[in-house]
């Protein structure tokens, strides 16, 4: 099956700084890829998805970028700030008889420091 | 964005007791949904594939017969943890999509199980 490896587990910046967490995955079937931030006792919120016909996507401060012969994809948060910090979870998730279901990387712990 | 809602938000029981765990698709349809569960601290792991009319799909490692899935509408699946112990105190969380939108899954807000 799918295994997807998130790096780094934790990551602090100072306000103002720039947040990059990569994520492999193992399955070429693979074609879709969401990020999610993740509140302590909250459901997983999506932030920015891509999907594999895509080489980057940006929206705001956040940006997803996929390298599908390396079989990487990463998140930059440009200009954080406080309210950043969360945990984040990349994801990968395969078409036909998989439509729908997500493997999640292990998460990494954002802490933006004021 | 679609609605998927999770009911109870929270639940503490007694070892050895049954828990049931709805999760609805407020505004779209669902053949199938998914639920995930999530230990303190760790990642979601899928447990199965709830298949609306049919039996759902259970990942590797999870016991059917413990946990109970019922997808008997395509707005209503449901999970019951059979004899509940400690071990199984956990976030549990399921995922839903409509029919139609390509890949962009719907999380419902989680049930709190706490096993006593």
């Known amino acids: 099956g799918e295994n997807v490896e998130q790096h780094p587990s934790t990551l602090s910046v100072q306000e103002g700084d720039s947040a990059v967490i990569k994520c492999t995955y193992s399955?070429?079937?693979?074609?879709?890829f969401p990020w999610y931030k993740q509140e302590l006792g909250k459901r997983p919120q999506l932030i920015i998805d891509?999907?594999?016909?895509?080489g980057e996507k940006k929206d705001q401060r956040i940006a997803v970028t996929l390298n599908k012969t390396a079989k990487h994809f990463s998140l930059h948060i440009t200009e954080t700030q406080p309210e950043d910090s969360a945990v984040y979870f990349c994801a990968a998730m395969k078409g036909g008889t998989s439509y729908g279901k997500l493997t999640f990387g292990q998460g990494t712990i954002l802490t933006v420091h004021p | 964005g679609a609605v998927v809602s999770q009911h109870p938000s929270r639940v503490i029981c007694k070892s050895g007791t049954s828990v049931k765990i709805e999760c609805r698709s407020l505004?779209?349809?669902?053949?199938?949904m998914f639920w995930y569960r999530q230990f303190p601290k760790q990642s979601l792991m899928l447990m199965a594939t709830?298949?609306?009319?049919?039996?759902?799909?259970?990942e590797q490692g999870v016991e059917k017969d413990k946990f109970l899935i019922n997808h008997a509408s395509l707005t209503l699946s449901t999970l019951t943890v059979t004899s509940a112990h400690p071990e199984d105190s956990s976030f549990y969380i399921c995922s839903a999509g409509p029919t139609g939108v390509y890949n962009e899954q719907f999380f419902g807000p989680g049930t709190r199980l706490t096993v006593l």
């Open positions: 505004d779209f349809q669902a053949t199938t």
């Open positions: 891509i999907r594999s016909n895509v």
């Open positions: 709830s298949n609306e009319g049919s039996k759902a799909t259970y």
């Open positions: 399955d070429s079937a693979s074609n879709y």
